[in-house]
């Protein structure tokens, strides 16, 4: 599945468990948005993501089986930010940045039962690779 962002595609590499996805995302790129409605990962409620070589901005646009019902839930983010690597949760067009400090971070799902982060890398590669999971549950 691919997903097109001002001259750039962000791609999800699914494999052998569905809830697992490998996102690879050609360079150079300023910035991407992938809408995981659109790949497998919607029905899942455990998602574990990776993303080979980090650069820039990626927003991803969370849907979950939740989404589908239209009813609120939360997404538990566990990620770890490290090399100038920082997270936005976006609500209302408004980002506000998200601080790990070794803990997840529970997001309550918009008025349309998403929940749209951001990630901001630098334009230079600095990371291999940058894990980001996240649990869904009902509110």
């Known amino acids: 599945m691919s997903v097109t962002g001002q001259s750039c595609k ?5 494999s ?3 809830c697992n996805g ?16 659109a790949t497998n990962l919607k029905s899942c409620t455990d998602v574990n993501l990776s993303w080979d070589y980090p650069t820039s901005n990626l927003t991803i646009v969370i849907e979950t089986p939740f989404t589908q019902r239209r ?17 936005y949760r976006i609500l209302d ?10 803990k997840s971070q529970s997001q309550k ?26 649990n869904v549950t009902k509110i």
Do not use: W
């Open 71 to 87: 009813q609120p839930y939360a997404v538990n983010l566990k990620g770890h930010c490290e090399f100038d690597c920082k997270m």
């Open 16 to 18: 052998s468990d569905k």
């Open 93 to 102: 067009g408004k980002e506000t940045e998200l601080k790990f400090n070794g």
């Open 109 to 134: 799902s918009d008025c349309n039962y998403q929940v749209i982060i951001k990630l901001q890398f630098p334009p230079t590669l600095n990371l291999f690779i940058f894990y980001l999971n996240y």
């Open 10 to 14: 962000a791609k999800v590499y699914d």
């Open 22 to 37: 490998r996102l690879s995302i050609r360079n150079p790129c300023n910035s991407a948005t992938l809408h995981l409605g």
